[in-house]
Every structure is written in structure tokens, then in C-alpha cells.
């Protein structure tokens, strides 16, 4: 693979920061996008630019055709049966709130548990936290282990037959950890628990098969695999979608209207009120296309060369602590530094160029469970080289002297 | 490679040495006031205890706290500085201390903050402000609970 020709894809990596070569070291909150996707905006928008679904001309119908082709990529990507168990959301976050609210709403009691784990980002949390208000259900969690892994030795006692949701993280976006996601989902489905898996730093780094994890719903978005912000998905079992009720009311999510009563349509129209996001739809197909260009397992193979690279380099440094398991991990390394906040230590490497990224990594209980105030935290794509790994070790070096 | 003047403004040897060795550290009991005070989106947190006197002069002050090197040195040059001074005074020193990482005005009293001016390299750094006056904001809650106690 030309690992060198394809990072030219990416133009915005030109560039100096602070007088300094740009390393971007930041692609778990949000990847860069290459000149395709860009060029697919742009082309959407001189070109074909109409409504869709409900236009009769020749740019409604190129609209709507476009759109449309994009939900088969999205099924095939991630090998879901059929396209209609596509439903596109602005990401994650949308794709979780829309199960935790319209799924729960119908199928949650009082006194039912909801079973997550630890490592969960805030926004695998908190829609949670809210549907167990509304339903009286109760939330627990599969703790975390010191190496960063999920203690699965508690599943016994917590996958009880009282457990009705279970989600969890695919690859956790602040340890790296690549969560047994197929063996959950069967120990879940044995209990009759619905599950739902928050792939936001799987889908487009690693091959991610829901047919083969056995997952009931399953999230994403597209801007942290090369697709514009605002837009991912949700997919949803068919028969599990079909049996929900709409989210929000409006055009294109109904059949017949009248002053009193609505009837809806089949998913995934059912769920995608309005007039959709049409070119982040567009651009999340481009990107698809792109990846696929290269393969997924490249990808993969990739971003873990770059990554076994950067683990082992920082762990030469002294005063670090690197969370997470050393392997298999996603395609990040998140650090502490004795000698340094993690505010402090981004500010710095800013000021070389370098972008990382400091806090809580919206996983504030995991921070907890750390006991630390938060972490910085370096995170790769196919893009990134060696010879940046190096440049972030040398800036390291020069931060741990500066603060000691 | 070399370090941008900027931040080596910013983190200057005394700011340093501040957040590695904080003065005033620790906690008071008895009559005191004690206030929290936190950025929760980036999880700096400091608990400021305020002995005032009958005047609402300043006491005695102490601190703890975990966070970014300039919220924790900024807290411990402000105790320092306002320990022994009159309510008045602080309130003064309060305010010329946000001109210092804003720069949008002159001090008013430029001698009484001494070495807390050095804190107005954040001026470059304008999310960094929120941590420069994490212990400014705490100490301006106890002063508001005294007045109202």
C-alpha cells in the first residue's frame, strides 16, 4: 500500500501550525476528510442540489438517487441484512438517544435493568441514565478492570434474566480497549436483553459485521471515519424497528394525513422526519467508497502498526502511565504524565504543532475509576506516519523537561 | 526546535514552581468560610478556606485542589498576595487581577498584586482564562457569603 501518495489525499495535512509541520494526532474526536468527499460536497451542491423523495424533476431525482445508493454502502459496510435497516441520524449520540427514547419508551419498566459497563462515552450514558428516570428501570454497569479491560467475571451475577438493555462501547474512545463485543451480545441475548453496540471509533478502522456480533441496534457516525460532521446512522434489526413507534412527526415519515390522525411508514423512512442532511449522506457514501478504495483490513492493519509504534515509545518515557491494555487496542494511546496536567501538556505540544487532545474524553466515571483528573491522549489514522510518532515523542521529551 | 516566547510566558519558572510547591495548601477549621469551586469541562477544582475578620479583612486562606498548573499557581500567588489585606483592598486586586489575563484595562493598583502580573502571559491564551481565575472566583464567593452572613 502507498501509505505516502495516499496522505496527499488529504490536503488540510499541508500545513504549518505555529511555524511548525501540522501532526494531527487528534482523529478519535473527529478524522480529516480527503479531496473526494470534499469534492462529492461540492459536486452535490453545483450539480444536483434538490430535495429528496419527493420531487418529480431531474435534480430530485439525482438527489434522491444519490442519497438512496448511500444507505446500501452503509448496510454492505457493516454487513447488515438488508439497506432498510439503515436509518441515518447526525451520529452516535442521535442514533443512541433515538433507541434509549422511542425502544425504551415501549419496552422498559419499572424495576427492568439496564446493564452497561464502565467505559462508556457520556453519550452511551446519559441517554440511559434518562430513560431509567422516565421508566423507574435500573441502571448497572460491568466494571472496569486496572488493564483497562471489562471485568467479565461479574457477568454471572449482573446478566440476569432482569437485564432488558445492553449496550456497550465497541472500542473505547479513552483506554483504546476492543470490548468482546459477539460474546456480550450472546450472553445478553440469552437473558432476552435488546442490545445495542456504540461502534463511534470501530466503524471505518476495523471490520464491523452486526450480523456477526448479533447486535439488535448499533451506532456510528460518520465524521471519525472521512465523512462530514452531522451525519452517521443507525442500524437497527428489522423486526426490532418495525415494532417501534416514530420519533420525531413530521414529512416523509408518514402515508396518509389528516387533521386528526397520521399513519406512518415503514422504517427507515419511519424515522427520518424532514428533509435530511442530503450531502453529509453524499459525503458519508464518498467516504465509504474511499475506504473501501484501500480496505478496511489495511486500514486496520495500519493504523495497529502505527499505534504498536507510538505504545511503545511512550512507554519509555519516564513518569508515564499508559491506560488501557497494550494489545488488541483501537488505534489510540491515552497517557498521564507525572510531571504535567494533561492541559498543560496539550497546550504545549500545540504550541509545536502537535495535536493532542487533554481532559476527560467525555468518560468523566472512568476518570474516577483511574483516579485521575483526566488524560491527553494521542490518536491515529492511515494517514499519520512513523515519522510523526517520532516528532510526538520528541515534543514529549521536551514537555517532560520543561514541566519537571 | 525552540519554544515559542508565548508559552514560555506563560509558564514562567514562578508559575512553575508554584504549581509544583503550592503555598497556602491544605485546610482550615474552625470559623471559616470553605467554598468549592470547579471548571467542570475540564475538571479543575479547587476548596478555598476563608478565615475574615471583623472588617472582612483576610485572615487567614488555605487550599486544595488538582488541575492545570496555571488554575493551581494562580490559586496559590493569590493567597500570597491577599493574606493580611483589607476587604477592601482584595476587592480591588480581584478586579485588576481579571484585567491582568483579559488586558482590558489598566490596574488600578499595580504594586498590591506584585508578581501576578507575570500571569498575564494567559492573555495569549484566551481558554486558558478560565483556569487563571479558578481561584479568583472562590475567593470571590467566600467574600459574598461572608457579607452575607
Redesign the interface.
Known sequence: MDWPRIRTDFPILDQQV???PLVYFDNAASSQKPRSVIEALVHYYQCDNANVHRGLHELSMRATDAFEAVRGKVARLIGAAREEEIVFTRGTTESVNLVAQIWAQQFLKAGDVILLTGMEHHSNLVPWQLAAKRSGAVLKHIPVLEDGTLDLSTLDSLMTEQVKVFSCVHISNSLGTMNPVRELCARARAVGAMTLIDGAQAVGHVPVDVQAIGCDFYAFSGHKMCAPTGIGALYGRYALLESMDPWHGGGEMINRVTLETSDYKAPPARFEAGTPDIAGVIGLGAAIDYLNSIGIAAIEARCAELTKLAYTRMSELPGIRLLGPESPRGALVAFALEC?????LV??AN??GLALRG??HCT?PL?KRFKV??TSRASFYFYNTEAEVERMM?ILH?AVT??S | MALSDELRDLYQQVILDHSRNPRNHGELTGDCIHVHGDNPTCGDEIDMWVKFGPEGQVEDIKFTGQGCAISQASASMMTVKVKGEGGAKVKTMLEDFRHIVLGDAPLQDEDALGELILLEGVQKFPQRVKCAMLGWRALEQAMGEAAHA
Open positions: 505555529h511555524g511548525h504535567a496536567h494533561p492541559h498543560d497546550e504545549f504550541t509545536q481532559g476527560h468523566q476518570m483528573p483526566g520528541d521536551q520543561f514541566f
